[in-house]
């Protein structure tokens, strides 16, 4: 299991924890500090079913910034764009196997815990 993790994120930080307190040690991505690449990124969306941009997190200031609000991007500018600034992704993403999740809320992380 590996997390996309900020912790400065409260609900990463929380998502985090249900994690290990089910007894799983993640593999922990803090993705700011080591951004995805574009084919890890590409394979993630995948995983979680949804194109690039319900992955952008539309309150960040470079968002505004690039006047990216109401932008018509491809699947592949919009993964170029993630990868270059990587605080505009959604966090946390949790990946097991072929499955993802986003955690927010956090709790969704049980749907890849074991029951």
């Known amino acids: ?16 924890q249900l994690i290990r307190e089910a007894g799983i040690e993640p593999d922990v991505v803090e993705y700011l500090k080591t951004p995805p690449t574009a084919d890890e990124l590409d ?14 997190r539309t309150g960040e200031a470079v968002y505004k910034e690039l006047g990216l609000k109401g932008c018509e991007l491809t699947r592949e500018e919009a993964i170029a764009l ?5 605080q505009l992704i959604e ?6 196997g072929r499955q993802a999740i986003l955690g927010r809320p956090p709790e969704n ?7």
Request: glycine share 0%.
């Open 1 to 16: 299991m590996k997390i996309y993790h900020n912790p400065r994120c409260s609900k990463s930080r929380q998502t985090l």
């Open 43 to 56: 394979a993630i969306l995948k995983k979680l079913k949804i194109e690039p941009s319900a992955l952008f």
């Open 82 to 86: 993630l990868v270059e600034h990587p």
């Open 91 to 96: 966090r946390p993403i949790v990946v097991k």
């Open 109 to 115: 992380v049980q749907a890849l815990l074991p029951k």
